[in-house]
């Protein structure tokens, strides 16, 4: 059974940075794309960003400039690097990610969710 396994959340001042990780647990050939969510209470999930097998990745446009999605397909673990925080960054942060298993077939996985408080 393939897990995500998320760690890296905390609570921060505004400004300061903390770096997400989301690591694959169990047999996968590759990973295909991975995406970052978060959710506040009370609010939708909502988009984070994303990035494919190939390198491409897209931010929320609140995000950019002070958010990276990286892929280490060596560790089949993906970060999300956040610098600048800003309380409205509070959340918690989900990875989801799809995987190319040996046999060929598609699979994919929600981590657990990582709690982000940024305090002013």
């Known amino acids: 059974q393939v897990q995500l396994v998320e760690s890296g959340g905390g609570s921060v001042q505004t400004g300061e940075s903390l770096r997400l990780s989301c690591a694959v647990s169990?047999?996968?050939?590759?990973?295909?794309?991975v995406v970052w969510y978060r959710q506040s209470p009370g609010q939708q999930r909502e988009f984070v960003a994303a990035?494919?097998?190939?390198?491409?990745?897209r931010y929320l446009d609140s995000v950019k400039d002070r958010f990276t999605i990286h892929l280490d397909n060596a560790k089949n673990t993906v970060y999300l690097q956040m610098n600048s925080l800003k309380p409205e960054d509070t959340a918690v942060y989900y990875c989801?990610?799809?995987?190319?298993?040996?046999?060929?077939?598609?699979?994919?996985?929600w981590g657990q969710g990582t709690q982000v408080t940024v305090s002013s």
């Open positions: 989801n990610a799809g995987f190319r298993r040996y046999s060929g077939g598609l699979g994919a996985s």
């Open positions: 169990g047999r996968i050939f590759s990973i295909a794309g």
């Open positions: 990035m494919t097998s190939g390198g491409a990745s």
